[in-house]
């Protein structure tokens, strides 16, 4: 069997592109709202099952790709337009996708971990991390995200209080800009371009 070896600097680049991706930072508001709406978000449910997802997909993506008859490079295109779209948003202050909430256990689960945490962006970015980085690489940085995750959910009223309003907007545009290179990244990578 093959020994495990652990690179700190692909953790390191997996973990920040991935921190980058899932923007719980920037998600804040969308979470206090959605907090507000159901009136309790079950964090660590949210953080378990987003992992889950996270991590399965990391293993069959592919597979499942193949079973639909898509090809990595036309998931990654596919991901760097959802990706470069997430990041407009949080340049330009639009809102192109709608977050509906209906209950508490639902709303941990949908939107909140899927698509919020692991969404299209995120199973994307992971496929493309995998063509570039170790696997136990990317594991560890899928788990480091989501203890961080995990810590933002459990302290969203204190982060607000703490960044106030126009923290989170400096945060949220900063990265934006680091999704909008990732995106063009992914495109360019996947299409020789």
Do not use: C, W
Request: a positive charge; proline letters at 2%.
């Amino acid at each position: 069997m093959e020994h495990l070896q652990f690179n700190f600097s692909e953790i390191l680049s997996t973990s920040m592109v991935l921190f980058a991706i899932i923007d719980i930072l920037g998600s804040i508001p969308i979470i206090i709202e959605l907090r507000r709406k159901a009136g309790h978000i079950q964090s660590e449910k949210a953080a378990i099952v987003a992992t889950g997802l996270m991590i399965i997909f990391l293993f069959a993506g592919k597979t499942l790709l193949n079973v639909i008859g898509v090809d990595v490079s036309s998931f990654a295109i596919a991901g760097s337009f959802v990706i470069f779209a997430i990041a407009m948003e949080m340049v330009l202050g639009l809102t192109i996708f709608k977050h509906d909430a209906d209950s508490s256990a639902a709303t941990s689960i949908v939107p909140l971990a899927f698509p919020l945490i692991a969404g299209a962006g995120t199973m994307t970015t992971l496929l493309s991390l995998k063509t570039e980085y170790a696997t136990q690489n990317i594991i560890v940085g899928i788990i480091l995200n989501m203890l961080f995750v995990y810590f933002v959910l459990k302290n969203t009223n204190r982060l607000e209080k703490l960044l106030g309003k126009t923290g989170l907007n400096i945060l949220r545009k900063a990265f934006g800009i680091i999704l909008l290179a990732i995106a063009i990244k992914l495109f360019r990578s996947n299409t020789g371009l």
